[in-house]
């Protein structure tokens, strides 16, 4: 067995790269001071499901948005895009309980669609109208786990097929404190065992060398049984 000679750096949430997203919410009462529309800023965002299709976010119970969310059971995750980094971070380092952050931003607030009470951020590209289903006490966090009722994006992200490209959004990421814009494209979903066909037409240009070849052909030669 090879020697362990990785550096020890205790436990933590190093779990990296993360989305990081802008939840919009409001209370029952918009009109109120502390219950308009208001933005968070969200690191610990996630899918937990896909049938049918549910998210997470988890939320300190300090946050003002965290009333509005236990009060009304929705949010909104708005997919954040290079345009909308920096009131990305100003959302998630001023409270919406001392200022209106849709209006410091010159962000639009909209009726999210498929919801009763929360607004998304008309500027996203992405918006996903969501319903809590559970609440679940962590420590310092709330998770709240929620099922998509309904996902509005901007019109430019179709293809003239009618399919989604997300790569058009120019959406960032978050990495151990840093915001990212996405980089290179280094493949796609089981590109590691795609024809060579398949692999040109989603890539662009041809394979230079293929590491899984022979397990392929063994595979459809019948040798090797497994299936994933
Ligand atoms: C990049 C980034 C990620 C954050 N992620 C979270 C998070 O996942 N959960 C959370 O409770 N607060 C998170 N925060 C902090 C809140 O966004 C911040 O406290 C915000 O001011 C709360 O706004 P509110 O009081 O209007 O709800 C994050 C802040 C930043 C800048």
């Known amino acids: 067995m090879a020697k362990h000679d990785k550096i020890i750096i205790g436990n933590s949430t190093i779990l990296n790269p993360v989305p990081v997203v802008m939840v919009s919410c409001a209370g029952k009462d918009p009109s109120k001071d502390g ?12 899918t937990v499901n896909s049938e049918p299709p549910m998210v997470s976010i988890s939320v300190r119970k300090s946050r003002h948005s965290y009333n ?24 998630g380092v001023r409270s919406g309980a001392d200022e209106d952050k849709f209006k ?29 289903t559970q609440v679940l006490e962590l420590g310092s966090h ?3 786990i929620a099922e998509v009722v309904a996902v509005t994006a901007d019109s430019y992200l179709k293809d003239e097929e009618g399919k989604l490209c997300l790569d058009k959004a120019k959406l960032i990421s978050y990495n151990h404190g840093e915001y990212f814009t ?16 398949v692999f040109e037409k989603r890539m662009g240009y041809k394979k230079e060398r ?3 070849k022979h397990i392929r052909e063994e595979k459809a030669a019948g040798k090797n049984g497994k299936k994933y």
Not at 35 to 46: D, F, M, Q
Not at 120 to 132: H, L, M, Q, Y
Not at 184 to 195: C, D, N, P, Q, R
């Open 35 to 46: 219950e308009r529309p208001n933005i968070v800023t969200i690191a610990w965002a996630g």
């Open 182 to 197: 996405l980089g290179e494209k280094l493949g796609f979903f089981g590109y590691s065992v795609a024809s060579d066909d």
């Open 68 to 91: 509005l969310i236990k009060e009304t059971g929705e949010f909104v995750i708005n997919l954040v895009n290079k345009s909308l980094a920096k009131s990305c971070d100003y959302c």
């Open 104 to 132: 410091s931003c010159g962000l639009t607030s909209v009726k999210a669609e498929g919801l009763e009470f929360a607004y998304a951020i008309k500027e996203a590209p992405v918006s996903v109208s969501c319903k809590v």
């Open 142 to 144: 709330d998770m709240f």
């Open 210 to 212: 293929d590491k899984y």
